[in-house]
């Protein structure tokens, strides 16, 4: 048989296995801030991470660093040989193949500057099929700069990965936000929540804000005031996010007078990210801090 013939059909024949790509996967807990999951994809031989490590200026608060005289400006950052990926229902390990874009800790480390940041591929033995809730773990090892134990993992990673003929569990995102599914629940019947970096609410909010407004529409009508509170996650400056959340708030108004409710009475506030109701970056974390409160008072 022809060699070109041959390569051509056998680069075919892998073509036609399953390659499943979740982006920016659902994640349970991490220990790192400054590390994000990006994409997790699964293809016939490997199941592959990429991630991004962003280096943020942090005061200085060690003494030996201080004493030895190191730059606090500049982090070193690098991966262990023996990460994997756990089930930990299973408690079975699956080991990293290799890495690029960042380098291995046995054969040295790349140094990060204030405001630096690195996106690197980590390769690993397969995940089975029908596995699609996982472990990060990267070995454990000492900083012997700042004599500080430091690891990076990323618990309960959500990346569709479904068994064959069957539907994959993990939800998907849309990238037309009308449609987009989002994985929340509601907090406080007062609370409505929006899409990132946008004074327009998620459809499930748009919803439940005509559900409030039929249940509480007298109280709203008799109250002496009210008060709309805008808010947004930690991502992006102070004064932009104080723009979108008053934004945000002006919506909650608009609908309100447009259904007869008095606007001298009705006050509105943007806080920027100073109210957030949580620190953690996760997705479902942030769509928490996107929200607008009404108050009646």
């Known amino acids: 048989m022809n060699i070109k013939l041959l ?24 220990n790192s801030e400054e590390l994000s999951l990006e994409k997790v994809i699964h293809d016939n031989l490997t199941t592959t991470l990429e991630l991004k490590f962003s280096f943020n200026k942090k005061k200085n608060s060690n003494l030996l660093t201080e004493v030895f005289g190191l730059n ?20 079975k390990r699956f080991e990293m193949l290799r890495a690029t ?16 940041s690195v996106s690197f591929k980590l390769f690993f033995e397969r995940l089975p099929e029908g596995l699609e809730r996982f472990d990060f773990i990267e070995g ?68 439940y804000l005509k559900e409030f407004f039929s249940k509480y529409q007298s109280a709203l009508q008799n109250s002496n005031s009210i008060k709309i509170e805008g808010h947004t996650d930690r991502i992006g400056e102070f004064e ?20 007869g409710i008095s606007a001298s009475k009705i006050t509105i506030k943007g806080y920027s990210h100073l109210k957030i109701l949580t620190e953690k970056r996760d997705d479902y974390s942030k769509q928490l801090n996107r929200r607008v409160e009404i108050k009646i008072l």
Do not use: H
């Not at 990965?161 to 849309?174: H, L, R, T, W």
């Not at 907090?187 to 970096?197: A, G, I, R």
């Not at 104080?242 to 309100?256: C, E, G, Q, V």
């Open 101 to 116: 874009g960042i380098p291995y800790c046995s054969s040295g480390r790349l140094t990060l500057s204030t405001y630096e």
């Open 140 to 207: 454990n090892f000492i900083d012997s700069l700042i004599f500080k134990k430091s690891t990076w993992y990323i618990k309960g990673i959500e990346a569709t990965n479904p068994a064959e003929g069957q539907i994959s569990k993990v939800q998907k995102y849309s990238s037309n936000e009308d449609s987009q599914i989002l994985n929340y629940k509601m907090e406080k019947e007062n609370v409505f929540y929006f899409f990132e970096s946008r004074a327009k609410l998620i459809p499930e909010s748009e919803e």
């Open 240 to 259: 932009k996010n104080r723009t979108l959340s008053i934004a945000r708030a002006k919506l909650i108004k608009n609908f309100l007078v447009d259904g």
């Open 7 to 30: 390569a051509f059909l056998l680069l075919t024949k892998i073509s036609a296995f399953s390659q499943w790509m979740t982006l920016k996967p659902n994640f349970q807990i991490k």
């Open 72 to 91: 606090p400006s500049k982090i070193n950052v690098c991966i262990r040989d023996r990460s994997y990926l756990l089930d930990s229902t299973q408690n």
